[in-house]
């Protein structure tokens, strides 16, 4: 018979050394222990097994694995042992012989337990049985053993079998508990009369301290045996002969580690759920609740509070609700930990938070809807849920679209750059946004004069590639800024396409929906000309909903700009050289459109002149969040209102013969802007301050 199984119970058993178990019990109790919860018989009857079942003891069964399975067993302090395997022979018994065999089996796995338990038992008795043998009761004030035993020490009138079982039992016991028994043997011993009772002297006199007798089962014993006997110290003898001196025979407790039982001031379960269930029933009447992960918060089930509001008015709001009710009002501060600690997806909208308009006017409606009808009410709570069940949608699909360009460079470090069109069978995903606007000269900690001058302006375009993740910011010095039409959008698009795309066959774009920058026919045709042109096989433009547009860009943006708070800026190159240090993995990159001085670097094109040619006018275009182009349809877009409605076709093409051309469009005319900064240069060092010149418009035509 294989011994792996029985002796990895034994080890189980001796690892409760660790666990300073090793004098919980002796051996006989190990043994019932193995006997009751890990080697039960097998063979019993289907009525004992019930019986047990319904008392609610400990349960052992053989599992599909051969395992015998502990049921119960934390009750005995024993949670580092789960199962015990039953060995390979056992399992293989037919049905028909455990009722025989299942016995003998079960008893030789038993002896073998016990006998590797057991030798680890004495060598862990050992050590103590030696120190009860080597133990003297020694009276310290004269240095001699004392003679209560016949002229003998004390400890010599105990077996030692008494004192290890007695030493033993007092070291299981909590503390609480251990301090009752003492309590209560030393209350039997101690005389605290006002008076001696000398029987040598005929008058007793003034008793100034206690007198205690110290006795066991019987027996009288000294002090120190008393405390050797209960594994006490002299300081906690004193401890407790001074509690029983003022309180009595009453239970200690400890003047430090936690609240005190007897604190008026201590907040009760009702209290705390009182507090919390007035924050959630406050927080379903006024707060919004918004799809998706809210900007500036980790979590997705954030429920905004209207910005009116502070803790500290809901929480004189909840005082008068409990005075009202007769119930206690807990303070200000308590409610504040209370809020943070329990509920803390329930927060203070900030004043400045971009939140969605239509959510803001239907929870408006919805709030002022207690008096109204129910069919009013119905319809405005269904008006919302609709709305909101479209955003989730839309943030859903963005959400695939990105996880699907994830998968295709998960295992590559490729990075963005120069690439042939077409030359990757892929499908890829972009997208695309304004930033607000950021000037320059820059100081963290801004000199009282420059606050009241009007610094140079500085736009940023980034398109972001989230599967890599990266995102190439287009930095706009004010020298060489158009305007934040179409004209610009596509010239940038077009630019990133020819210098850092991954030269893909399959596109898809995701954007805001502002009508001016990206959503209008301008992008449409643009998007068509490339597919017209063998540029991409097919391209999917996808607006994200207004007011829920917050998306890969904007954290690249807010990156940037708290690179950008912190730093010095004095020209556009410190600028480029925010961008590109405001994360250590280079997530984004500087790309100069123009240089101060009016030179340009990325061109810009009159594509709204040049594709106005081609190309008719797309009706109700405001209405359509999804268009898609392919090339085995040219110059047709195929649109629809949601991600789950059904598409429609329009030819954009004026004559299906007349196809665009190849080739770019003419070069847009800038008008070039420069900006007299004379005051400006005192705020700059002197090197860069030979770059700013006088005050001049130049208009090139």
Known sequence: MELSKELDVASSLNNLRSCNLEFGANAQQWQTLVDDYFCAPTGTSPESDEEVSDEGSDECELNSHNELKIVGQNELGLSDISSANIDGEAASIDDGDV???????????????????????????????????????????????????????????LSTEFMHELRTTMSSLPAYEKDLILLGKLSSGINMKETTASSKRKRQTQRKHQRTCYCVEGTRICRETFKFLHCISQDKLTALLKHYKEHGLTPRHKKSGGRQKTNARFLTFEDVSR??????????????????????????????????????????????????????????????????????????TKPMTDLCWTCQKNNSRIYRSMNIPEAEKSAELLKQQDHLVKVTLERTLYQDMVKKASNTFKDSAIKLGKNAPMSRDIKMHYSFDYAQQVHYPNDPYQPGPMYFLVPRKCGIFGVACEAVPQQLNFVIDEAVLISKGANAVISYLDYFFDHYGFGEKDLELHCDNCSGQNKNNFMLWYLAWRIINGLHRSISLNF???GHTKFAPDWCFGLVKQKYRRTMVSSLDNFVDVVNSSTIVGTNIAQKVGTSSGDVIVPYYDWNKFLSLYFRTVPGIKKFQHFRFDAAHPGEVFRKEYADSAEENFQLLRDVNNLPQASKPELYNPRIIFICLTKLDNFVPLRLATLHVLHLVQLLL
């Open 275 to 348: 507090v919390v269930t007035f924050i959630v029933n406050f927080s379903e009447v006024h707060a919004l609740v918004l799809p998706g992960r809210v900007p500036g918060f980790k979590r997705f089930d954030i429920k905004l509070l209207p910005s009116m509001y502070t803790k500290a008015s809901i929480w004189r709001l909840y005082q008068s609700a409990m005075n009202a009710e007769g119930y206690r009002a807990v303070k200000v501060h308590s409610f504040r930990n209370l809020w943070r600690s329990l509920v803390p997806y329930i927060v203070m």
């Open 99 to 157: 009722e025989d065999a299942g016995d003998d089996i079960v008893f030789d796995e038993i002896a073998i337990v016990m006998e590797n338990v057991s030798i680890v038992n004495h060598e862990d008795y050992a050590g103590e049985t030696e120190k009860i043998v080597n133990f003297t009761c020694v009276v310290k004030s004269s240095k001699n053993s004392c003679c209560l035993n016949d002229g003998n020490p004390c400890c010599t009138a």
């Open 544 to 546: 994200l909903v207004a």
